[in-house]
Every structure is written in structure tokens, then in C-alpha cells.
């Protein structure tokens, strides 16, 4: 079976991506990974099934130089949740400022507002997650 997924090389020439290849740039699609601090300590859920759900911030920095010459500091902000054994780790150990390692997939939720007017809100499903 012919993959017909192409890859661009450096001379910009495709070149066709044999199929363990496809495999690894499958997994890499919607694929998150940060560092940063928690910025809330962890909202929980527990849902009558048994499920449980947190949610919870993470500020990531990013440390550049500016025009002027001058070293600055931007901060991002993240809306973050994880369900189970994930979210029971996260419970246990994380509060506000904690230093975390996440790897996760974007998630966009669509809604609608009081008004009536549909609304997104996009978040990052936590899969893993390690204290620093």
C-alpha cells in the first residue's frame, strides 16, 4: 500500500514517506508539549460515574531580546484539563505554582452564549503531566 502523504526536504523536492515514517508524523499531528507553572491550583470534578475531571492554568515563558537590545519576558497563558489517572496525579500533586511537564492534544469546545451566539473556547487536553 502506497502512503501518499509527501514531505518537503530542505531543496524542497516531496518526497513520498515510507510507512513507519507516516506512523510518527500521524502521532505528531495535535500533539502539545510545555513547561510552565500552574497558575490556579486544580479545580476537580468528580462526576457520579465515577470520572474524574480537573481543570486548572499554566503560565509558560518565552525570554527574547528585543529590538532595542533589551531582554524581556513574555508570558502565556493556558486553560488546561485532564480526566482519570491523569487528573487524580495532577489533584494529588499540583497547586498553584507548581513547575509541570504536559504533553496533550488542543481541544476546541463550541457553544453557545446566553445571547444565542455561538462562541469557541480552546483548551489542552492534559494525557500526561510530570511535577519538576
Not at 41 to 61: D, H, M, Q, W, Y
Request: charged share 25%.
Amino acid at each position: 500500500m502506497r502512503h501518499s502523504l509527501k514531505l518537503r526536504t530542505p531543496n524542497l523536492e516531496p518526497r513520498t514517506l515510507n510507512k513507519k515514517q507516516t506512523i510518527k508524523i500521524k502521532k505528531m499531528r495535535n500533539h502539545v508539549q510545555l513547561i510552565g507553572n500552574m497558575g490556579t491550583n486544580p479545580e476537580i470534578t468528580n462526576f457520579e460515574s465515577g470520572a474524574k475531571k480537573v481543570r486548572f492554568t499554566l503560565a509558560t515563558n518565552e525570554f527574547f531580546t528585543s529590538k532595542e537590545g533589551k531582554k524581556e519576558q513574555r508570558t502565556s497563558w493556558h486553560n488546561l484539563y485532564a480526566w482519570g489517572n491523569t487528573a487524580n496525579y495532577i489533584a494529588k500533586m499540583g497547586k498553584k505554582g507548581t513547575q509541570v511537564a504536559i504533553t496533550g492534544k488542543l481541544v476546541t469546545q463550541k457553544y453557545l452564549s446566553k445571547e444565542g451566539a455561538p462562541k469557541a473556547f480552546t483548551a489542552i487536553e492534559v494525557q500526561r503531566a510530570i511535577a519538576l
